[in-house]
């Protein structure tokens, strides 16, 4: 290929990581975690697009592709420690043997084994080469970016389109202000440890906000995850509730760390039409303080890969990262289970400067597209697993954050402890919301002794009785409780002309406590020596 470009920055990744070899992907823009992708950036063969106005001149300049040594200088771009050199050895090719054991050390994430400047390298195949879409400079033109291994270093080849893998990849159609304000990666720049990038994105958000020690951690675990989306289950959808200002802050220094950060005042059908998201895949840093069901649905569908959202006659994807600000005032409904919130205080806005400058950005930048480049396939084969303290959603939230994080066992598993709080948060929330006050109540009457039936309007005075006693002013109608029972599946009947209501018949008494059982408001058996179904239940849940 001609008029390629060797970034000097380009040299093997730090110790410990290592990039396993499989058959060709598409430039990471679209596709499934289980299975490669080939969908290009851009499959038009025509130049004439909206984007390619602001193309690059095509004609490039080489770079001479220089030997970078080992060691703690400032020259050192592997981060690796200053040893002696051995120039007896230093022509030696490692014999078929050792570059075995390394490899297999490395599968096993065993850095005291993996040893040698080779140790993240299986064959002199090197990674599976990738296009992405990356700038000449910053604020420079945007072109399109094929990063492959040149044994020993990686190559870069830079243009406006590029034709590989039988498919001509070209920049996506965007408007005019995305192309000009999207920020994008201008070269590989080493991040020397995964631990050591992780601190610097943590550092760079306490700088500007004064946030916990647990949220900024949460939140260095999303930035990350947001460079592998087509290589995830999912990304959880990161909501923010508290200080307007602080929340304006913030999301301006979460696009500094983000992949394809894009500002958003709004997520409506529009931003669909306007955003090529199945190509570009950016992360949506979205300010709407006012959610509406339209709305509400739009984020629902970009929370999972493969569903469509209809706009007009036309259906669209538009799956990707993304992060809400949802004002002062929120209400429980609008945060999703399977997601992480960061609230912010009044006084979460630091005294210092005001956002990061672009120097700053520009290199967490480079050094989050090394990451991605070096990691896309352990990320993608990650047996990571999360505590099974959590709930099933959280659970699951903490296996994709954990995902994105390689050769760094501690720093995986502490995921699981960090959400341990938004955890009990939800215990509490599903324990004190109407369906679980619903259920005490059912449960209060199945413990009755030889009661057979229960009217809805006795269900509904047990439950503001609940609420009395737990110094609650709310009320709820008879009519409120019977659309409860009825999504909780416990159908209700007439029961004479008395009015509707529950028969407490073994299989109505087994529905119920199975159902308080798994919303955790099931009594404790002691107080209840009689209720064999109580019984039962904890049995099992203890053994």
């Not at 080493?190 to 500007?208: C, M, N, P, V, W």
């Not at 929370?303 to 429980?332: H, M, N, P």
């Not at 029961?495 to 008494?509: E, I, N, P, Y």
Request: with cysteine.
């Amino acid at each position: 290929m001609s008029d390629e470009v060797n970034n000097p920055n380009g040299q093997p990744q730090s110790e410990g990581q290592v990039e396993s070899r499989q058959p060709n992907y598409a430039p990471g823009e679209s596709g499934d975690r289980r299975a490669p992708s080939d969908t290009p950036l851009n499959e038009q063969h025509s130049t004439d697009q909206g984007s390619s106005d602001y193309a690059a001149n095509p004609a490039e300049t080489t770079k001479e592709s220089k030997e970078v040594p080992a060691g703690g200088n400032t020259d050192n771009q592997r981060g690796e420690l200053d040893e002696p050199a051995a120039p007896e050895f230093a022509d030696l090719e490692p014999s078929p043997l050792e570059k075995l054991v390394d490899a297999l050390a490395l599968m096993a994430h065993d850095v005291e084994l993996g040893a040698g400047t080779e140790r993240y390298v299986l064959s002199e195949d090197g990674f599976a080469p990738m296009i992405d879409l990356m700038r000449e400079s910053p604020g420079g033109q945007i072109y399109v970016s094929l990063v492959e291994w040149d044994y020993p270093e990686p190559k870069l080849s830079q243009r406006p389109q590029i034709e590989y893998g039988g498919r001509q990849h070209s920049i996506p159609t965007m408007p005019r202000g995305l192309y000009e304000s999207l920020l994008l990666p201008t070269k590989l720049t080493d991040y020397g440890t995964t631990r050591q990038l992780f601190e610097s994105i943590q550092a760079l958000l306490r700088k500007y906000l004064m946030l916990s020690e647990e949220q900024s951690a949460l939140l260095s675990y999303w930035c990350i995850a947001t460079w592998f989306p087509e290589f995830l289950d999912f990304i959880p959808r990161l909501t923010i509730t508290g200080s307007r200002f602080a929340a304006d802050l913030l999301l301006r220094v979460l696009q500094y760390v983000c992949r394809r950060p894009v500002l958003l005042a709004g997520m409506n059908s529009a931003v669909l039409r306007a955003i090529p998201f199945a190509e570009l895949r950016p992360t949506l840093l979205i300010r709407q303080t006012r959610l509406s069901k339209r709305t509400a649905e739009l984020l629902d569908a970009s929370d999972r890969d493969g569903y469509f959202v209809a706009t007009g006659k036309d259906l669209w994807q538009c799956y990707t990262a993304r992060c809400i600000y949802l004002g002062e005032d929120y209400s429980q409904q609008v945060l999703v289970p399977d997601g992480i919130h960061v609230h912010l205080a009044r006084n979460a806005v630091s005294a210092r400067a005001p956002v990061p400058g672009d120097g700053d950005a520009q290199d967490l930048q480079n050094k989050l597209f090394r990451y991605r480049v070096f990691n896309r396939e352990l990320v993608q084969s990650s047996m990571f697993k999360a505590s099974s303290g959590l709930q099933p959603e959280l659970r699951a939230v903490a296996q994709q954050l954990g995902a994105a994080i390689v050769d760094d066992t501690g720093l995986q598993k502490r995921v699981t402890q960090l959400l341990q709080g938004q955890n009990e948060q939800a215990r509490v929330d599903r324990a004190y919301g109407l369906g679980a006050l619903v259920l005490r109540a059912v449960l209060f009457h199945c413990h009755q002794p030889d009661l057979q039936q229960v009217f809805v309007r006795d269900v509904a005075i047990t439950v503001n009785d609940i609420y009395r006693t737990e110094g609650e002013s709310l009320k709820v109608s008879n009519e409120t409780v019977g659309h409860v029972l009825k999504n909780l599946g416990l159908y209700t009947r007439r029961l004479g002309s008395a009015g509707r209501g529950l028969k407490l018949d073994k299989a109505t008494r087994s529905l119920a406590h199975k159902l308080g059982d798994a919303n955790e408001v099931l009594p404790d058996s002691s107080e209840l020596p009689a209720c064999g179904y109580c019984h039962h239940l904890q049995t099992i849940r203890t053994s």
